[in-house]
């Protein structure tokens, strides 16, 4: 009887047993034979060489299989003959070995022919210990300074308190012997030197800058006779006292190879067994000492810094007034911010106008068309900015401004109109404009384009609300004006369309030429063609007179003006 599924879990060991053949894999015969009949028959028999896949001989070959070295086994002398070398390994072919790889070694420098190896000794600059400073007691008050830190700027401000420095920067408000603007309310000061601050300064820190970032203190110290002003020289400025040496040498001779110190004691050590050394030729060499440069004062010669003082409009901050734009103005560096300024507010004032024709006849300033709605303006001056490009016609007041500013307008008003305080601002203005080379001259004819809007569609078309009076553009003036008229009906009784071509109502029938056409009847018109009804009255009143003819009759006085501006 089976066995059921609670006796296998109860009996582990108990397994039921396939009845299928089984594959026998890896056998051999010879292990179902007993071991002593084995023994007798294998009897002599060499061990069985596993020959690798692949390898099948034929039976008269003679090669033998010899097994490979497997891979990774370390190669000792014995596997080599005494006699033979091992071949070094050959280099992959690829790219080559990045910078700074472990590879790649730099190649050795070979030094120039007749190159001087550099052997100049550097003293350390060693920083003292907190407390070791190097100090000093000043001459002129009992305090004590450190050396390397605050004595120069203490020396500095001494000199200063003794107006030392006014015979070496002049300040802009000198009165009783002193600066009053000490601290740059109203005057300010740029240092002079190339590649140093740009910050503007007051005149106090513009003296003590000079003095301590410019060697003026050594000039002054050098200069004073006082005792022991020279042993407190030395010690700020120590460097000075021992000026460098350059030694010149001759065009074409040769370069000796200079010997460190080494060297040259150990070519001298009788017992050193190295060979001697070949000496290199002399060489005569000129040695110059330079002398250094004492600065000598002299007044004019110090070259001064830039000055910018502030300045307050006189029109809009004049008495009563006050405007925030107009503060704080620039006398130096901006100097045409103030004359832009200058500009407006006189343009504002009307005063402008007697120096820059408006070119709109004999209205008051105050009746000026300024925006460029009615009347467009163009720079005279061929040279001038505001003609490079595409640059689009202006408006009066832009106009105005530009010609004060750039073509100094405003100067010949500042002449025209000198107040209080007004003289300072015109000697800046006209300094700077002599600085560039560049004179005063009167304006030249004003070129005005006159704009207006068609009197009688009053700019409902686009074309008729920018009409011009231009030469150029006076054509298209009169086109539109012909055009406009022939939408009135002005053309009926000036040209009539004819029996064959009239409707009930008495206008054209056809007006666009598809059964009736007309063709011009001038001698001179260069028009030969057929043309309709509207194209051939336009035609005649802007090319023959008619429109000229239409517009002196015309009810409207404004278009009755118009008709003397139009002409051809």
Same mark, same amino acid.
């Given at each position: 009887?089976?066995?059921?599924?609670?006796?296998?879990?109860?009996?582990?060991?108990?397994?039921?047993?396939?009845?299928?053949?089984?594959?026998?894999?890896? *056998?051999?015969?010879?292990?179902?034979?007993?071991?002593?009949?084995?023994?007798?028959?294998?009897?002599?028999?060499?061990?069985? &060489?596993?020959?690798?896949?692949?390898?099948?001989?034929?039976?008269?070959?003679?090669?033998?299989?010899?097994?490979?070295?497997?891979?990774?086994?370390?190669?000792?002398?014995?596997?080599?003959?005494?006699?033979?070398?091992?071949?070094?390994?050959? /280099?992959?072919?690829?790219?080559?070995?990045?910078? %700074?790889?472990?590879?790649?070694?730099?190649?050795?420098?070979?030094?120039?022919?007749?190159?001087?190896?550099?052997?100049?000794?550097?003293?350390?600059?060693?920083?003292?210990?907190?407390?070791?400073?190097?100090?000093?007691? =000043?001459?002129?008050?009992?305090?004590?300074?450190?050396?390397?830190?605050? /004595?120069?700027?203490?020396?500095?401000?001494?000199?200063?308190?003794?107006?030392?420095?006014?015979?070496?920067?002049?300040?802009?408000?000198?009165?009783?012997?002193?600066?009053?603007?000490?601290?740059?309310?109203?005057?300010?000061?740029?240092?002079? *030197?190339?590649?140093?601050?740009?910050?503007?300064?007051?005149?106090?820190?513009?003296?003590?800058?000079?003095?301590?970032?410019?060697?003026?203190?050594?000039?002054?110290?050098?200069?004073?006779?006082?005792?022991?002003?020279?042993?407190?020289?030395?010690?700020?400025?120590?460097?000075?006292?021992?000026?460098? &040496?350059?030694?010149?040498?001759?065009? %074409?001779?040769?370069?000796?190879?200079?010997?460190?110190?080494?060297?040259?004691?150990?070519?001298?050590? &009788?017992?050193?067994?190295?060979?001697?050394?070949?000496?290199?030729?002399?060489?005569?060499?000129?040695?110059?000492?330079?002398?250094?440069?004492?600065?000598?004062?002299?007044?004019?010669?110090?070259?001064?810094?830039?000055?910018?003082?502030?300045?307050?409009?006189? #029109?809009?901050?004049?008495?009563?007034?006050?405007?925030?734009?107009?503060?704080?103005?620039?006398?130096?560096?901006?100097?045409?911010?103030?004359?832009?300024?200058?500009?407006?507010?006189?343009?504002?004032?009307?005063?402008?106008?007697?120096?820059?024709?408006?070119?709109?006849?004999?209205?008051?300033?105050?009746?000026?068309?300024?925006?460029?709605?009615?009347?467009?303006?163009?720079?005279?001056?061929?040279?001038?900015?505001?003609?490079?490009?595409?640059?689009?016609?202006? %408006?009066?007041?832009?106009?105005?401004? *530009?010609?004060?500013?750039?073509?100094?307008?405003?100067?010949?008003?500042?002449?025209?109109?000198?107040?209080?305080?007004?003289?300072?601002?015109?000697?800046?203005?006209?300094?700077?404009?002599?600085?560039?080379?560049?004179?005063?001259?009167?304006?030249?004819?004003?070129?005005?384009?006159?704009?207006?809007?068609?009197?009688?569609?009053?700019?409902?078309?686009?074309?008729?609300?920018?009409?011009?009076?231009?030469?150029?553009?006076?054509?298209?003036?009169?086109?539109?004006?012909?055009?406009?008229?022939?939408?009135?009906?002005?053309?009926?009784?000036?040209?009539?369309?004819?029996?064959?071509?009239?409707?009930?109502?008495?206008?054209?029938?056809?007006?666009?030429?598809?059964? &009736?056409?007309?063709?011009?009847?001038?001698?001179? =018109?260069?028009?030969?063609?057929?043309?309709?009804?509207?194209?051939?009255?336009?035609?005649?009143?802007?090319?023959?007179?008619?429109?000229?003819? #239409?517009?002196?009759?015309?009810?409207?006085?404004?278009?009755?003006?118009?008709? %003397?501006?139009?002409?051809?």
């Amino acid at each position: 009887m089976p066995k059921g599924v609670d006796d296998l879990e109860s009996d582990p060991s108990a397994r039921r047993k396939s009845t299928r053949a089984k594959k026998m894999m890896n *056998h051999s015969l010879l292990d179902d034979l007993p071991e002593d009949i084995v023994n007798s028959v294998m009897k002599g028999a060499k061990n069985e &060489v596993v020959m690798p896949p692949g390898f099948n001989p034929s039976d008269d070959s003679e090669d033998e299989y010899t097994p490979m070295a497997k891979k990774g086994r370390k190669i000792n002398d014995s596997d080599f003959d005494s006699e033979e070398e091992i071949k070094p390994k050959k /280099a992959r072919r690829g790219r080559p070995p990045k910078y %700074g790889s472990s590879q790649s070694s730099p190649k050795p420098s070979t030094p120039r022919p007749n190159s001087v190896p550099s052997y100049q000794a550097t003293t350390p600059v060693i920083k003292p210990e907190p407390g070791q400073e190097e100090t000093l007691v =000043c001459l002129m008050c009992p305090e004590t300074l450190k050396v390397d830190t605050n /004595a120069r700027f203490h020396y500095s401000v001494h000199y200063y308190d003794a107006n030392a420095f006014i015979s070496l920067l002049k300040p802009e408000d000198l009165k009783d012997g002193k600066a009053q603007d000490e601290i740059g309310r109203v005057h300010k000061y740029t240092c002079p *030197h190339e590649g140093c601050t740009r910050r503007k300064m007051g005149y106090k820190e513009m003296c003590v800058h000079l003095a301590t970032a410019h060697q003026q203190l050594r000039q002054l110290m050098m200069d004073d006779t006082r005792p022991g002003i020279k042993e407190v020289l030395n010690r700020l400025y120590p460097q000075e006292m021992f000026p460098a &040496v350059k030694v010149k040498q001759e065009k %074409g001779a040769p370069v000796p190879y200079a010997q460190s110190a080494l060297e040259v004691d150990n070519s001298e050590d &009788v017992d050193d067994p190295t060979e001697a050394k070949v000496q290199a030729p002399n060489v005569f060499t000129k040695v110059i000492p330079v002398i250094p440069k004492r600065e000598v004062k002299t007044e004019g010669t110090f070259l001064g810094p830039r000055v910018d003082k502030i300045h307050n409009c006189l #029109i809009c901050n004049g008495p009563g007034k006050s405007n925030k734009d107009g503060r704080k103005l620039n006398l130096g560096s901006g100097l045409q911010e103030l004359k832009y300024h200058y500009s407006v507010c006189v343009y504002n004032e009307g005063g402008l106008v007697p120096f820059i024709d408006p070119g709109q006849g004999s209205l008051k300033s105050e009746e000026l068309e300024v925006y460029g709605a009615k009347f467009r303006y163009k720079c005279p001056f061929p040279n001038c900015s505001k003609n490079q490009g595409r640059n689009k016609a202006i %408006g009066y007041k832009e106009y105005a401004i *530009h010609c004060g500013v750039a073509h100094h307008q405003i100067e010949k008003w500042m002449v025209a109109n000198m107040r209080p305080g007004l003289e300072e601002v015109y000697a800046s203005v006209k300094t700077c404009r002599e600085e560039e080379s560049m004179e005063m001259v009167d304006m030249p004819e004003v070129i005005v384009e006159e704009m207006h809007t068609c009197f009688i569609c009053e700019g409902k078309e686009r074309e008729g609300r920018n009409l011009s009076f231009d030469g150029s553009m006076v054509y298209q003036t009169r086109y539109h004006y012909a055009s406009c008229y022939y939408d009135e009906g002005a053309y009926l009784h000036e040209y009539p369309p004819g029996a064959q071509n009239v409707n009930e109502e008495g206008g054209p029938k056809d007006i666009l030429g598809k059964e &009736v056409k007309y063709h011009c009847q001038e001698k001179d =018109c260069s028009v030969k063609r057929k043309m309709g009804y509207k194209e051939f009255t336009i035609h005649m009143s802007n090319e023959h007179g008619g429109l000229e003819k #239409i517009m002196k009759v015309d009810h409207r006085e404004a278009i009755r003006n118009l008709a %003397g501006r139009i002409k051809k």
